[in-house]
């Protein structure tokens, strides 16, 4: 199932396995944890579809603030109620993901986590959607300022509400509401959904290894990482040998190999920079900034700012300076 990918990059020798995003299919063991995973991402498209469209209530909110009254504020409320209910289906898909990502993770990462990309396409390709999924929505929310002026105003008006209406039927109160104000205050807050996921499940698993006194070859640590940087390398490879030729498909590899660059940062306790790194990151960077087909800016930032060890002491002044 795999492919050799003849050249040299970087210094490294190029991975042996070719992950064809266009047409795996769950063979008979990915099947359960294939659908498992699938009955989360099928709802991918359509949260995108709603965060690209989610234009806010700002006009509603700007003339209830600026001349406030029974009218102007009532309108704001009914326009924010359906805005911020949005905004719960984006909060609740994040739930949803941080459940069934450790399941993905112990299926790719047992074993030898190289020949299970390889044998387990269809699992591998789900990896990549949902780093996929994940930046998209990050670099969506990002732009869109509508998102916590809304939620901000949604709480301000709730807390004033809950003292003159106090029978009123409300949906989101405050454990909720506190929990989605925490969740949009981050830039990023898919990536951070997914990183402290992965970060708990590989110290849970250090924990039970621990009890077991595993010996620390082949701990899952070793394999999440092994996983995450062989992702990387694999579709760096792929863009950087041309191996697809729909530009909709460079950029997904191109988004999983930078989605699979920020998790490995911030779970190798050396990060994704150092001298130490399995992973290629010069030519990760420089299959970004030279791809000219579809815009890669929004890779780069979150490159830059939404990893933990690019500006450590050790990380080479090339790599900063690349990054710039």
């Known amino acids: 199932m795999g492919k050799i990918i003849g050249a040299i990059h970087g210094g490294r020798q190029p991975q042996d396995i070719f992950l064809d995003f266009e047409n795996a299919t769950p063979s008979e063991a990915e099947k359960e944890i294939h659908a498992t995973v699938a009955g989360v991402l099928d709802q991918g498209p359509k949260i995108l579809d709603k965060l690209f469209k989610y234009d806010g209530c700002e006009e509603y909110i700007r003339k209830a603030i600026t001349t406030p009254g029974p009218e102007t504020e009532d309108a704001a409320w009914n326009a924010v109620l359906p805005a911020v209910d949005q905004l719960q289906e984006f909060y609740d898909f ?66 004033r509400l809950k003292l003159s209406k106090k029978d009123l039927p409300i949906k989101i109160r405050d454990e909720l509401a506190n929990k989605m104000s925490l969740f949009f205050a981050y830039p990023t807050p898919m990536m951070k959904v997914l990183s402290e996921t992965s970060a708990n499940f590989v110290r849970e698993q ?11 070859p082949g701990s899952t640590k070793e394999n999440v990482t092994v996983a995450l940087s062989t992702m990387a390398n694999v579709c760096h490879d792929m863009v ?85």
Do not use: W
Request: overall charge positive; proline content about 5%; glycine content about 4%.
């Open 94 to 159: 994040s739930l949803q993901l941080e459940k069934c990502f450790p399941k993905l993770l112990i299926a790719l990462c047992k074993d030898d986590p190289k020949e299970t990309l390889a044998n387990q396409q269809a699992l591998a390709k789900q990896l990549a959607d949902v780093f996929d999924f994940v930046l998209r929505f990050d670099d969506a929310k990002m732009v869109n300022p509508a998102i916590q002026n809304d939620f901000s105003y949604y709480r301000r008006t709730l807390n």
């Open 206 to 216: 250090e924990a039970k290894e621990k009890e077991k006194e595993k010996e620390k």
């Open 240 to 324: 950087f040998e041309r191996k697809f030729a729909s530009d909709a498909t460079n950029m997904f590899c191109l988004r999983a190999m930078t989605g699979a660059i920020i998790l490995y940062d911030h779970i190798s306790p050396s990060g994704a920079f150092s001298k130490k790194s399995p992973i290629d990151i010069k030519g990760c960077i420089n299959v970004l900034k030279n791809y000219v087909a579809s815009p890669t800016d929004g890779l780069l930032n979150a490159l830059r700012f939404t990893t933990i060890h690019l500006n450590d002491p050790d990380t080479p002044a090339g790599i900063k300076q690349m990054l710039n």
